[in-house]
């Protein structure tokens, strides 16, 4: 049995989107892998990072050198460590939703 891979970039004739999850620990210190995984060989289409460990003196421009992606970020504030970030690729459209309420104890960071 031959199993489609996601190089084919197609599954039973249908487009694949291509996706990443990693928990970062800083993305900060990690910056030529991020270009890597962003633009080496194998394109990522939406890449999500857990515990990116950004902040406001990180610009999308760092992240994202080439412009190449929508940068979606959820920066923890007041203490070191936590945050979300998602690169999106342009070519898709990105529409940000905010939850109406939140339960008790849930952060979206």
């Not at 990690?30 to 633009?39: D, S, W």
């Not at 999500?48 to 760092?62: P, Q």
């Amino acid at each position: 049995m031959n199993i489609p891979t996601t190089n084919d970039r197609r599954i039973h004739n249908t487009p694949c989107v291509v996706y990443l999850l990693f928990n970062a620990r800083s993305l900060l210190n990690k910056l030529p892998e991020l270009y890597h995984v962003l633009y080496g060989p194998n394109v990522i289409n939406c890449l999500c990072v857990t515990e990116s460990w950004l902040h406001d003196g990180i610009t999308d421009g760092l992240l994202d050198p080439k412009l190449r992606y929508n940068i979606i970020r959820n920066d923890r504030h007041g203490a070191k460590g936590g945050g979300v970030c998602v690169f999106v690729q342009k070519k898709f459209t990105v529409h940000i939703v905010q939850p109406r309420c939140m339960p008790e104890g849930v952060e979206l960071f």
